[in-house]
């Protein structure tokens, strides 16, 4: 091949190149990419929301709200509210999220204090506030379903937490003066036990089984019945400090850094005669002192 035609070769190969990578471009350099449009108007929009509980919305008193946007554009949410008769106050959501065609977001929320007594049970509606293609916003009310079936369960529980906080101030306290090897001591503290209040039983948890005393042995959970008086005297109330024993439920790294329910005690109850459960939840610091005695008592 001689010089002359290397060269010719060399400059159509350049040039090819050089259209074939302008016709590629759709917009001159320098021109931002022009996002598909939103919504015109709120009439544009299709969304199907439900809520539910995921696993560790019960540690940090949350619930999700799920949006599904059914439009054929992109949608952008820059709040959300969750309202019903069955709450004290509505839940709210202040941050922007958005939500591309045919997709699916969970919107993380706090939840409010259930109103009791319950006057419904039915899921909570839906107000989203969207961006529309003009800059503007739009409120679109939406019905929600109730996913797993959780939300007539959450009303009940808190109605009932409301009303056995009436009664007695309850709380769970790492007891170190106990603590034997694998064994934990804890301490159920109940402050003004009121009449009609009766304690039935604490319950285990994922992290923590309880150890019954006499035999070693582990137990789902701790019959209160012998520890002292579990239901106040009808001349006034009283207080109670009950001793308990907790060993770990497993022992392996990911039980204690993945936990999220761990330190959450479900305690049976009598009221007025009718039987339920609360969670009494640790604190802070009682949470702190029982993943330190966890990982002494499985040599963590």
Not at 157 to 182: N, Y
């Amino acid at each position: 091949m001689t010089r002359g035609l290397r060269t010719r070769l060399v400059t159509v190969v350049a040039l090819t190149l050089a259209l074939t990578a302008t016709g590629c471009s759709a917009e001159a350099p320098g021109t931002p990419h022009s996002p598909l449009s939103a919504p015109a108007s709120a009439a544009d929009v299709t969304v199907v929301a439900d809520v539910y509980r995921s696993r560790i919305d019960p540690a940090r008193g949350g619930i999700q709200l799920a949006v599904r946007n059914d439009g054929a554009a992109p949608l952008t949410i820059v709040r959300a509210v969750l309202d019903s008769p069955a709450l004290a106050a509505p839940i709210e959501r202040d941050h922007e999220s958005e939500i591309g065609p045919g997709q699916t977001r969970d919107l993380a929320m706090t939840l409010t204090a259930a109103a009791c007594p319950a006057v419904s049970t039915d899921p909570p509606g839906a107000v989203l506030t969207v961006v529309l293609a003009d800059g503007s916003t739009a409120d679109l009310r939406v019905p929600t379903t109730d996913r797993l079936g959780q939300w007539a369960d959450w009303i009940a529980a808190e109605c009932l937490t409301a009303a056995v906080a009436e009664r007695a101030t309850i709380a769970v306290r790492h007891d170190p003066s106990r603590d034997d090897g694998a064994l934990i001591g804890l301490r159920l503290e109940v402050e003004t036990l009121e009449p009609g209040l009766e304690l039935e039983a604490l319950n285990g948890t994922v992290l923590f089984s309880l150890v019954e005393p006499a035999s070693g042995a582990r137990v789902t959970s701790a019959t209160l019945s012998g520890t002292g008086p579990t239901r106040a005297a009808t001349d006034g109330p009283v207080a109670l400090s009950i001793p308990l024993l907790l060993t770990p439920a497993r022992c392996d790294t990911h039980a204690l850094a993945d936990d999220k329910q761990g330190t959450l005690f479900r305690l049976d109850v009598q009221l007025d005669g009718e039987p339920g459960t609360v969670t009494i939840a640790a604190d802070p610091a009682t949470r702190a002192a029982l993943y330190d005695a966890f990982g002494r008592a499985c040599g963590l």
